[in-house]
Nanobody, 126 residues
Framework: QVQLVESGGGLVQAGDSLRLSCAAS????????MGWFRQAPGKEREFVAG???????KYTDSVKGRFTISRDNAKNTVYLQMNSLKPEDTAVYYC????????????????????WGQGTQVTVSS
């Protein structure tokens, strides 16, 4: 089955760290840019971080300096290291693939890995 499966979320305190994983199955991520999105209750899904096929990265301003996106094509997995977590980081986190994304362009999710996955819940208490 072609899909992206997120994991690694949990309940933590402000200032703690978490590492999210996104494991792809059924298709190699090597030719895709990969990204992380999040959706907080009552809010729209928002872009958090992206990493291109040549390892260029982009972050939304609110996570710069705290989050790091990385990829391991051999393991077909994308990671999001989240440090110094804040209560406003509380959301369901999703990963996504984009075949044509470049820095400065708008993310356009591809359907090559199916629709959005279940995501992984991150809850940060104050």
């Amino acid at each position: 089955q072609v899909q992206l499966v997120e994991s690694g979320g949990g309940l933590v305190q402000a200032g703690d760290s978490l590492r999210l994983s996104c494991a792809a199955s059924g298709r190699s991520i090597g030719s895709y840019s990969m990204g992380w999105f999040r959706q907080a209750p009552g809010k729209e899904r928002e872009f958090v971080a992206g990493i291109s096929q040549i390892l260029l990265t982009k972050y939304t301003d609110s996570v710069k300096g705290r989050f790091t996106i990385s990829r391991d094509n051999a393991k077909n997995t994308v990671y999001l290291q989240m440090n110094s977590l804040k209560p406003e980081d509380t959301a369901v986190y999703y990963c996504s693939a984009d075949k044509n994304w470049v820095l400065g362009s708008r993310w356009s999710p591809t359907s090559d890995f199916g629709s959005w996955g279940q995501g992984t819940q991150v809850t940060v208490s104050s």
